[in-house]
């Protein structure tokens, strides 16, 4: 019995995969569970294993081509089985394999699960004597809906395409009340009366398109393709800064003592070397766990806090931003901070981060500090409330309370808050919280 | 036809279908004109014609209406033709190979997407 390979969701955000390598040849052996190819997800490179055992009969999608997720990219056999019907299908996503790729199991895959693709009979190709009594021409009309497939080009009249176009609808976002689910002009006047049409678009301007197809630099600018991540990136900080009503405190605080004491550790030999970020990171999540309020997850219809403080540290990687998650972060010492912020750090840059540890955050911090930028204001990585950006170190002069003027290491941090869940003195609590935690490290071990 | 075609479109138009006829009267010079100016209004066609499926006037004119009004097609053209067989002796069978009040209907509500 053939399996077919399908571009799975590797990725809880994962809507279309690019198949970096092949791992396997057609014509190769492969065992249930053997990595088949690399495929980037829109967060990280991840590992397409084979649902089934045989040989790789046939690869449909090349190495470093992307394609939206239950799209069929290969088909696992026997030596000698007639693949040729499975691979008439391919190139249509089936809807029944996007969602929960790791629960499916391998019959799932079936050849006979999905409805062959292929053009109902023609009526041209029966011989003429076994034409219908009926001297109405048999023309597609007849065609029954199952026989169609359910995904993919979405079908339409010449007329109802054409008034799509002219008035800016997704075709695809109608749904078709003509056979086989084709939408016709009745459903596109339906869809402009009642404005159902979700898919406004653009009219498809010819720019858009060629643009893209002609990638490459032309002297005065360079055309760079959007990686997945990059366009994950766009999607979700628009998301963001659209509807996310934002605040933003910032908040200057002395590190002096927060400086004695890592140099005091760092005396004490390597093995106790912490970063300032660490300080950070140990100081924001001890206080987070004094802050529900502040570490929760907007819902739309609800709000949840969260008792548990699972803190996302933003990496710059080659390719952009992720948010790998240090779990339960208030409840591990500093020196375990040190090690799994780096480990996650290396990981991200590697893009070898699985999607369990960059999911799940509860509050973000991000940091620019080592870029020397003094304070800046970093956007809320929904459905979290806040957001801490931490700024540079600087010495400056301050004055201090007996009236004299020190130079002392100062430190901005700006909060991002989304004011539906956090008002504004939430958040100043907090950082206040916070400021105590930072300016006497002591209290990180109260 | 054509009082088969009128018969057609005075019983629809009880239904609410408002049906063009268009009578060709000649197939050379034919008047395209008024089949695609129809076809243009209604977005759908049926071709009614007494002869065989197979190299008729029909296809002709189906072959016109998808090649001037592609754009304006909202169903796919349907045929009304006389049964792909030698014309039967019998009367009863004759009647019945040939096009007629039903069949015309039925196609009709074929391309207006109606259930019959």
């Known amino acids: 019995m053939a399996t077919k390979v399908f571009m799975e969701a590797l990725s809880p955000t994962m809507e279309e995969g690019r198949l970096v390598k092949w791992l396997k040849n057609e014509g190769d052996a492969v065992k249930n569970g053997d990595v088949l190819a690399e495929v980037e997800t829109d967060k990280a490179v991840m590992e397409l294993a084979a649902r089934g055992a045989g040989v790789l009969r046939k690869r449909l999608v090349n190495d470093g081509e992307a394609v939206p997720v239950g799209t069929l990219v290969g088909v696992i056999g026997a030596k000698d089985e007639d693949i040729a019907a499975l691979i008439a299908g391919s190139r249509k996503p089936e809807a029944s394999a996007a969602p929960e790729a790791g629960s499916r199991k391998p019959d799932a895959a079936a050849p006979v699960a999905s409805p062959a693709p292929a053009p109902a009979t023609s009526p041209a190709s029966a011989p003429p004597a076994l034409a219908p009594p009926s001297s109405v021409s048999p023309s597609s009309v007849a065609v029954p809906a199952s026989a169609l497939p359910a995904s993919g080009r979405a079908l339409s009249s010449p007329l109802a395409k054409k008034l799509a176009s002219e008035s800016g609808l997704d075709l695809a976002a109608i749904s078709g009340s003509g056979p086989g689910g084709r939408v016709i002009k009745r459903d596109i006047e339906a869809a402009l009366a009642t404005g159902s049409a979700s898919g406004f678009r653009l009219p498809a301007s010819g720019l858009g398109a060629s643009g893209l197809g002609a990638s490459g630099a032309v002297g005065d600018f360079e055309d760079v393709p959007l990686t997945l991540i990059r366009k994950t990136i766009a999607r979700r900080l628009a998301e963001s800064i659209g509807p996310i009503p934002t605040f933003y405190l910032t908040a200057e605080f002395d590190l002096e003592r927060a400086s004695e004491m890592r140099a005091a550790m760092a005396a004490m030999g390597d093995d106790y070397k912490v970063s300032f970020n660490d300080i950070i990171l140990k100081a924001t999540a001890t206080a987070l766990a004094q802050h529900p309020e502040v570490n929760a997850h907007w819902l739309g219809d609800h709000i949840r806090r969260h008792h548990r403080v699972h803190l996302g540290m933003a990496v710059a990687t080659d390719d952009g931003l992720i948010v790998p998650v240090i779990f339960d972060a208030d409840k591990k010492r500093m020196s375990e901070i040190a090690v799994e912020s780096k480990v996650l750090a290396k990981k991200a840059r590697e893009r070898k981060l699985t999607p369990a540890e960059y999911t799940g955050s509860t509050f973000s911090v991000s940091n620019l500090g080592m870029m020397q930028i003094e304070q800046f204001t970093a956007i809320i990585n929904p459905p979290e409330c806040g957001i801490l950006a931490i700024g540079a170190i600087e010495d400056k002069p301050v004055v201090a309370e007996d009236g004299s003027t020190q130079v002392r290491k100062r430190l901005r941090v700006t909060m991002s808050c989304d004011h539906r869940a956090v008002d504004g003195a939430v958040g100043a609590r907090f950082l206040q919280t916070l400021r105590r935690m930072i300016e006497n490290p002591l209290m990180l071990v109260y | ?116």
């Open chain 2, 1 to 116: 036809m054509v009082l088969v075609a009128m018969q057609a479109a005075d019983q629809l138009a009880k239904e609410g279908i408002k049906i063009d006829v268009v009578d060709l009267r000649t197939i050379r010079p034919m008047d395209v004109d008024a089949i695609t100016t129809s076809v243009k209004k209604t977005n759908r066609a049926v071709v009614l014609e007494e002869g065989w499926e197979i190299c008729g006037i029909g296809a002709q004119i189906v072959d016109y209406i998808q090649r001037d009004c592609f754009d304006h097609l909202d169903a796919p053209v349907i045929r009304v033709h006389q049964a792909d067989t030698p014309m039967p002796y019998a009367k009863a069978l004759e009647r019945a190979a040939k096009p007629d009040l039903p069949k015309t209907i039925a196609a009709v509500k074929k391309v207006m997407y109606i259930e019959a």
